[in-house]
């Protein structure tokens, strides 16, 4: 489908028209919206995980298309940007938030009774797909039940899908109700590896991005 469409405002200055409301980024489609080359754009970040924003240049050079401008948007954090020329960025300049995938199906972990220290009790466990352009919303919930003190959890990856290139996987302590990752950031499994915790989940992980709807923008263009 078709990008969806935000209204720039012009400005004049300080006697100029008040600031549009912000937008929220249309997480599937993405946005497009007038450029003038001197277009000012508001990236604001609402949510409490970071999210990466692409702007997408149109410029192609020797039958190569040139990269995308891509930016990472602190969690609860605004940043203006400018400087978007038309040569490289079009009249209609294009943007959109993370990857548009859908989240992973609920996982279906299993556990061993041997070859770990997984504590028994019960584990809480979501996944989410990972690509270039960062990561989606985690899955449902997929509990696994461990007994004993020798146990271990086993992951498996969610089904390869168009455009993912990893996944990340969030547990609970035992009975908990916060899910963290388990994989160093930026180093996400690949698709087709199942991921086993023999040892108890880490605490200390990120929590999964909240939904990429919380980033919004707005576009002014001074004259």
């Given at each position: 489908?078709?990008?969806?469409?935000?209204?720039?405002?012009?400005?004049?200055?300080?006697?100029?028209?008040?600031?549009?409301?912000e937008v929220a980024i249309d997480p599937v489609?993405?946005?497009?919206?007038?450029?003038?080359?001197?277009?000012?754009?508001?990236?604001?970040?609402?949510?409490?995980?970071?999210?990466?924003?692409?702007?997408?240049?149109?410029?192609?050079?020797?039958?190569?298309?040139?990269?995308?401008?891509?930016?990472?948007?602190?969690?609860?954090?605004?940043?203006?940007?400018?400087?978007?020329?038309t040569a490289v960025f079009g009249s209609q300049?294009?943007?959109?938030?993370?990857?548009?995938?859908?989240?992973?199906?609920?996982?279906?972990?299993?556990?061993?009774?041997?070859?770990?220290?997984?504590?028994?009790?019960?584990?809480?466990?979501?996944?989410?797909?990972?690509?270039?352009?960062?990561?989606?919303?985690?899955?449902?919930?997929?509990?696994?039940?461990?007994?004993?003190?020798?146990?271990?959890?086993?992951?498996?990856?969610?089904?390869?899908?168009?455009?993912?290139?990893?996944?990340?996987?969030?547990?609970?302590?035992?009975?908990?109700?916060?899910?963290?990752?388990?994989?160093?950031?930026?180093?996400?499994?690949?698709?087709?590896?199942?991921?086993?915790?023999?040892?108890?989940?880490?605490?200390?992980?990120?929590?999964?991005?909240?939904?990429?709807?919380?980033?919004?923008?707005?576009?002014?263009?001074?004259?």
């Amino acid at each position: 489908m078709a990008p969806t469409v935000i209204a720039s405002t012009t400005t004049n200055g300080i006697a100029g028209v008040a600031d549009p409301a912000e937008v929220a980024i249309d997480p599937v489609n993405g946005n497009v919206f007038n450029n003038t080359g001197g277009t000012l754009i508001l990236v604001d970040n609402t949510d409490s995980a970071a999210h990466w924003v692409t702007f997408k240049t149109m410029l192609t050079e020797q039958g190569l298309a040139v990269k995308h401008e891509r930016v990472l948007a602190p969690a609860a954090a605004k940043w203006w940007y400018t400087d978007f020329s038309t040569a490289v960025f079009g009249s209609q300049l294009q943007v959109g938030v993370d990857s548009a995938l859908l989240p992973p199906v609920v996982p279906a972990p299993t556990t061993a009774g041997t070859g770990g220290t997984v504590l028994a009790g019960v584990y809480g466990v979501e996944v989410t797909y990972v690509n270039l352009y960062g990561e989606t919303v985690a899955s449902v919930n997929g509990p696994v039940t461990t007994s004993g003190t020798t146990s271990t959890i086993t992951i498996p990856s969610p089904p390869s899908v168009t455009d993912a290139n990893g996944w990340y996987a969030y547990v609970t302590q035992a009975g908990g109700t916060t899910f963290t990752r388990q994989q160093v950031a930026g180093a996400p499994t690949a698709l087709g590896t199942n991921l086993t915790l023999t040892a108890p989940p880490s605490s200390g992980g990120a929590a999964a991005p909240a939904g990429t709807a919380m980033v919004k923008l707005k576009v002014i263009e001074p004259v």
